[in-house]
């Protein structure tokens, strides 16, 4: 099922379990020793059982079009003349993005210790509402925490996580973002973890978070590698996701780690440039430093005491402090090179992939797209670059249209404005 290089990062050295060299680990306070612990059990369990992935796998296509399809863009590749352009189409899954693989087997791992209740933190809300989802479909209890000021700014996920069933708790500490719903979330887990599982939204936090959530994304992987095969007859030559947490990029990236010949590509928010202080590239801009916080040791962008730096990002899924301990190493080993995409870039792209393609990227994904027709100049003719497309714009109509300006949209929403009562 899965391959060589993929299996390695399960192997710990003696005492070092859930440390990718000098990444990742579980800085976790006391009280949470026991739950994780026997999280690690149940998962560890629910891996060397094949039955368990075949459950994942037939709920993940009776449920969220799995396989989804790898698309060749014809259009993108004449006018970019250079190498050929692929998408493996996450945007095609359920709630529109990559999350709901992650939310689905972390839901099948919550039945399977029998729990009743989940819990999840959420900024922009794209986690909420998968995770929400997936509560309705097998019958969990939810509770969403989120930064009271990001309530506000995201009614319309907090309205589908309420018709779904879920308890959406409006944080009000400190800055009232996602910070203080991590730690609003963590306060419930330390009271309810006998019957509540926490379900981390990407590939970050404490073992075995990182190594769990990569290992449900890999089906990504896995499925656009034979793809790729059956396509072309051969191997791509550059593999491309965007990465916040990085969840998106580890599952492509699962796929491909044993191929010396494919290039693994992660970008990051640029934002509005390297210089700018208004971004969240942690690795590709340099400037971020090894550190310890919200229970994992990686890159984060934080200033000389420590504090986080604000970040900044047009996409809130990329607008992120840290980034998964499993690509911080990768990337130490040579194995995953970094790159960054600006705001700029991005709308620009979302604008040529829409029109010339009929697709309607997230503008999390139109990073890996940035970077995608660039590289497709450098590489050439004959060559073949697959883009993972981890998730549909929809959810962006907000920030897209004000981005282009578009001004029958404002009239459209000041007349709602008018004719509430
Ligand atoms: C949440 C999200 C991301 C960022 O998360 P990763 O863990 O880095 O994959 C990227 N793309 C989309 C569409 C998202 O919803």
């Not at 029958?408 to 007349?415: G, R």
Request: aromatic share 8%; net charge negative; glycine share 10%.
């Amino acid at each position: 099922m899965t391959n060589p290089m993929f299996e390695q990062l399960f192997e710990f050295e003696a005492g070092r379990e859930g440390f990718y060299g000098e990444f990742g680990g579980a800085y976790i306070p006391e009280i949470l020793h026991e739950t994780i612990a026997e999280l690690c059990d149940a998962f560890d369990a629910a891996r060397k059982d094949s039955h368990f992935w075949d459950e994942y796998v037939q709920l993940m296509s009776s449920y969220s079009c799995r396989p989804t399809p790898v698309t060749f863009c014809e259009n993108l590749t004449r006018q970019c003349g250079g190498a050929n352009i692929y998408l493996k189409r996450e945007d095609l899954n359920h709630t529109g993005a990559h999350k709901a693989n992650n939310v689905m087997g972390q839901g099948l791992l919550v039945k399977r210790m029998k729990k009743k209740r989940v819990i999840a933190e959420t900024g922009a809300g794209q986690h909420g509402v998968a995770t929400a989802t997936m509560a309705a479909k097998l019958g969990l209890e939810c509770t969403i925490y989120m930064g009271a000021v990001d309530v506000a700014r995201q009614r319309p996920n907090v309205f589908w996580m309420e018709q779904l069933g879920a308890n959406v708790i409006a944080v009000e500490d400190g800055t009232r973002t996602l910070k203080d719903a991590i730690n609003a979330a963590m306060r419930d887990w330390a009271d309810s973890m006998a019957e509540t599982h926490y379900v981390l939204g990407t590939v970050c936090g404490p073992h075995p978070f990182p190594l769990m959530v990569t290992w449900f994304q890999s089906i990504i992987g896995m499925e656009a590698r034979k793809q790729m095969l059956d396509i072309i007859g051969q191997l791509p030559d550059q593999v491309i996701a965007c990465v916040g947490g990085g969840s998106n990029a580890s599952g492509i990236f699962a796929g491909f780690l044993d191929d010396a010949q494919v290039e693994l590509i992660g970008v990051e928010a640029g934002g509005e440039g390297m210089n700018s202080g208004q971004h969240a590239a942690r690795i590709a801009s340099g400037q971020g430093h090894v550190g310890v916080a919200q229970g994992y040791k990686t890159y984060f962008l934080q200033d000389k005491e420590g504090q986080m730096k604000d970040t900044h990002s047009v996409s809130a899924g990329l607008d992120y402090v840290g980034v998964g301990p499993i690509l911080a190493y990768l990337h130490s080993q040579g194995k995953v090179r970094f790159e960054s995409a600006t705001d700029k870039e991005v709308v620009e792209a979302f604008k040529i992939t829409v029109k010339n393609e009929g697709v309607i990227p997230a503008l999390e994904s139109t990073h890996a797209i940035v970077h995608a027709l660039k590289e497709a100049k450098e590489i050439g003719k004959g060559k073949n670059i697959l883009v993972n497309l981890s998730g549909r714009g929809d959810k962006d109509i907000f920030t897209i249209a004000d981005a282009l300006k578009d001004e029958k949209w404002n009239e459209f929403l000041k007349s709602k404005v008018e004719n509430m009562d």
